[in-house]
Structures are given as C-alpha cells and as structure tokens.
C-alpha cells in the first residue's frame, strides 16, 4: 500500500514549476505603441517596441523643392516596428549602423546605406533595428573594444563598425574596419577590412617602434596611418544624406591614439610640423591623436601615457550619437578609448495629411480699413508650398498674381502690396495654387475692407 509521500512530492514541484513560470512570464517587458507627432499633427508615426520612449525617435515636417515630407528617425537603440501609413506605397530611407569602439587604433564607421522609392505596403508593419556603437576599449589590453551593431530596416541591413586593434586583440573587421594598434605596419593583417558597399578598412602604424595607431575606416574612405613618429592616424570620412532635410555625414572612422611614454600631451606645430610635447594641458596646435573623419568620427587621444592613473587625462572622444561615428584610441599603456556612436535609421515619406487651407488671410495689423490711394499690404498665411493670387473686387491686384508663398511644414506667408483706386466697401480675396505635394487649388474666405478718404488732400 503507498504511503502517499509521491503524491505530495509531486504536487510540490508542480507548485514550484508553476511559480517559476509566473516569475518568469511578470519579468518580460510588453512591447508599447507610441504615436509621434511632428508637433501640429500633420505627420505622425505609430511606433511599436519594448522599452521605447518618446524621445526613442521623432518625427518632423521638412519641405524640399516645393514637396512636404515626414521624415521619422528613431534614435534610440532599439528594435522598432513601424506602421507604414495609409496612402504611402514608397519611402526613403538612411540606414546607419554603430560605429565600433577605439582600442589603439580607431574605431571603424558604421556602414551608411541609403535609397529612394523603397516599395512598401500601407498600412503594413515593417521592423526597425538601430545599432548601438561598440564599447571603448585600451591601449594594451586591460578591456577590449567591441564592433558596433547592425542597424536594419525591412531587407536592409548596415553593418556596424569594427572595433579598433590593441595589444591584445585584432581589429575588428565590419562595415568599415578598425584601425590598426600601435606598431603594427602590415596593410594587411593590422587593420579591420572593410565591407564592399558600405564601408572602408582601417589604416595603420607607419612604423614599427613607436608609431601611433591607424585609424578607422569610413564609410568613404581608407583609415589613415600617422607620417612621423608617434602621432596617429585620422579616421576615414563617412558618406553624407540630405535626407532629414539639411546636408549630415555618417559613418566617420575614429582617430588612432598616440604612441608616446612623455606622460604629457603630444602633437605637431602648425609652423615646420614639428613634434612636441605639453605637459601642462591638452591643448596642442595640431592633437598628436588622430582627427575622426568626418560623419562623427571620435578624436583619437593625444596623452602619451607612462605612469601614474590610467585614464586621467586620456583625451579619446566617443563616436558622435546617431552618426555610426566610430570611437577614437589611446596610447599603448593607456585605457578610455572612446565608445562608437549608436546608429540611426531615417524614413521618409510624402506628407499626405497636411489639410490645404488659408492659416490666415488680411490685411496688415488686422485692419479692416483702407486709405484711398494710400498703399496698404495684403498678407495671406496658406498651409502649403503655393503661389498666391490676390483679387480685389473679383480683378487681380496688379503686380499680386502668383505671388510664391515662402516657407516650410505648413507655414507659408505671401504679400501684396495694395493702393486702393476706389472708395467705399471692397472685397478682397485670394487664390493659393500648390507647387507641390498634394494640395491643388483653394480660396480664401473673402474679407470685406472699408476705403475711405485721405484726411489731407494733395
């Protein structure tokens, strides 16, 4: 006969599996919906993800040639799913990926892809990923640099930038490749190689006895190698997009760190270029460290190390946020190389809901009034690039027809400048016929204006 000590056992683990299972199920963070707005509502994104915030991404209104556009850029390092809005069957896109870490060398770029008219489906959920920039590292090997990650959008993906070389580890290869640690000459085993159609690899030392470090490959270009003793290697340049609406570079290669042991900071004269060293301050006329390149590249650090606190006066800088900028390196015996920077993913698209109205139609100072023969200025506010006609008594204004609204997002003036040849009650209105997106023609509520006698005659 059982004793009924199983039964028991077995109802105890049960339990104990179940509360596992809770403390496990409550631990999962749920992914949220988030809705951007440009700020009026005339372009918003629904976002869904774990753990975003509304400042994860943004969501602005841009004008370019006469066309309204919203431009959503998610910032954070995250994964995303965006809903495609509905009417939108295309988008741009940047996509970036982080930039790596410095070590000695530099850190490479992050690889910089970008497109027009990429099909998509309305209404349909497209998932995002931007990729975080790799971890600084050192000189020597006390903590290695670390590759930036991937950043994606739908089938695209950007690979992130190689880590910079140092005493103990290989750069790392990626997008654009890490440059080469400090003594190390061979153009190809030191530095990071590069990934054909996104990025460049890494430069190296110049020389084997106390040659600074290569800097990283850009999404442009070749990391550079320093050209005398000591001093490093620029950081390759990046590629730049218009996308947002103004003219930024990605993808910039981090600096290599100096090779010196003066304890103090190092670099060139600007006259002769001659190498000295500043023991006082880090302010040199040309940083002995190497320049990032251009797209958010760190600055490699110019303090030859050797001896006291590690890190005190290192001055690598980390790769730029939201650039793929890849992070600067220091000296041998240093550590502090600088972080890559996170990555971004841009989408464009038509703004479609922008309403096509007058914000406002007047005259000058809200008058309602009007002097014969005396010039008066007619101001119209339209919510779209267009050129306004102004009518008075149904006849345009001479010199007011097509008059080009300057402006962006859905804020247009446009004047005309008015002499009144008749007295008594007139009515005025205008005409705003778009220049682009998706407006076409509309009126203005018509105002009616009072012109009275000038109170001195002539």
Same mark, same amino acid.
């Given at each position: ?356 109205? $007058? ?24 919510? $779209? ?74």
């Amino acid at each position: 006969m059982h004793s009924g000590r199983p039964l028991i056992r077995i109802k105890s683990r049960a339990l104990i599996f179940m509360l596992a299972i809770s403390a496990t199920y409550v631990s999962v963070p749920s992914a949220s919906a988030l809705t951007y707005s440009d700020g009026s509502g005339n372009c918003q994104a629904v976002v869904t993800g774990t753990g975003i915030t509304s400042s994860s991404a943004e969501v602005t209104l841009i004008t370019v040639s006469s066309t309204d556009y919203c431009v959503v850029k998610f910032k954070d390092a995250k994964s995303y799913v965006l809903t495609i809005p509905n009417s939108i069957t295309t988008v741009d896109y940047l996509v970036v990926g982080g930039g790596g870490g410095g070590g000695s060398g530099g850190g490479g770029g992050g690889g910089v892809l970008q497109g027009t008219s990429y099909s998509v489906t309305a209404g349909s959920n497209y998932n995002i990923t931007v990729g975080a920039g790799g971890t600084g590292g050192s000189g020597g090997g006390v903590t290695n640099a670390t590759n930036g990650g991937s950043s994606t959008f739908a089938t695209i993906t950007s690979l992130g930038g190689g880590a910079g070389a140092q005493g103990n580890q290989s750069a790392g290869s990626g997008a654009s490749g890490g440059g080469g640690r400090y003594d190390c000459t061979d153009v190809n085993s030191c530095p990071g190689a590069g990934t054909l159609g996104q990025g460049f690899k890494g430069g190296t030392s110049s020389f084997g006895g106390y040659g600074g470090a290569g800097g990283g490959g850009g999404a442009s270009e070749v990391g550079k190698s320093g050209n005398i003793n000591h001093v490093a290697g620029a950081g390759g340049n990046g590629l730049s997009s218009s996308i947002t609406g103004t003219s930024i570079s990605y993808g910039g290669g981090g600096g290599g760190g100096i090779n010196d042991n003066s304890n103090a900071f190092c670099g060139r004269r600007t006259s002769g270029l001659a190498y000295y060293c500043n023991g006082t301050n880090s302010t040199l006329e040309i940083n002995g460290g190497g320049t990032g390149g251009s797209g958010g590249g760190g600055q490699g650090s110019s303090f030859g190390f050797s001896g006291g606190t590690q890190g005190q006066y290192e001055n690598a800088t980390a790769g730029t946020a939201n650039t793929g900028g890849g992070g600067g390196g220091v000296d041998p015996e240093d550590i502090g190389g600088g972080a890559g920077g996170t990555g971004v993913v841009v989408i464009r698209y038509l703004a479609t809901n922008i309403p096509a109205v $007058f914000n406002s139609f007047g005259l000058a100072g809200s008058a309602t009034s009007a002097t014969y023969r005396t010039a008066i200025t007619i101001n119209a506010e339209v919510s $779209f690039a267009s050129k306004v006609t102004f009518r008075v008594n149904g006849i345009v204004v001479p010199g007011c027809k097509n008059r080009l609204a300057i402006g962006s997002g859905s804020i247009y003036t446009s004047t005309c400048t008015w002499k009144p040849s008749k007295r008594g009650g007139i009515t005025i209105t205008a005409t705003a016929t778009a220049t682009g997106g998706s407006a076409s023609v509309i009126s203005s509520t018509p105002i009616r204006v009072q012109v009275n006698n000038r109170t001195l005659a002539r």
